[in-house]
């Protein structure tokens, strides 16, 4: 929700635009992706789909920080908040890929 009302905070520039539609693409797209791992057909499923969430997230990242430092907004500062939100959220996905993997691997050995 917050990355939509960004993206519709961007201007109607070549540059904007283009950002916008990276930044909605990539934004919206790690929430979908973890539904998609819930129900998931394998653990091997799952991870894969918890892996394309992250790397959605770090490209998100990526374009917030990009808009945050040109600025292709009016106040700039007001991105720190979801800035801070991506980086908790890649944590909590990462740790939760090598649990995955770690639980998968346990399953392997019995």
Do not use: C
């Amino acid at each position: 929700m917050r990355i939509i009302k960004i993206v519709e905070q961007l201007p109607n520039t070549k540059a904007g635009n283009h950002v916008g539609g990276q930044l909605l693409r990539s934004g919206t797209s790690p929430y979908p992706n973890h539904g998609e791992a819930q129900a998931a057909e394998s653990p091997k499923d799952f991870i894969h789909k918890l892996r394309i969430s992250l790397k959605e997230l770090r490209e998100t990242q990526r374009w917030l920080k990009l808009v945050q430092r040109v600025p292709l907004i009016k106040k700039p500062e007001l991105l720190n908040d979801i800035l801070e939100e991506t980086e908790e959220l890649i944590k909590i996905f990462f740790t939760s890929i090598n649990t995955a993997v770690k639980k998968q691997k346990w399953s392997f050995k019995v």
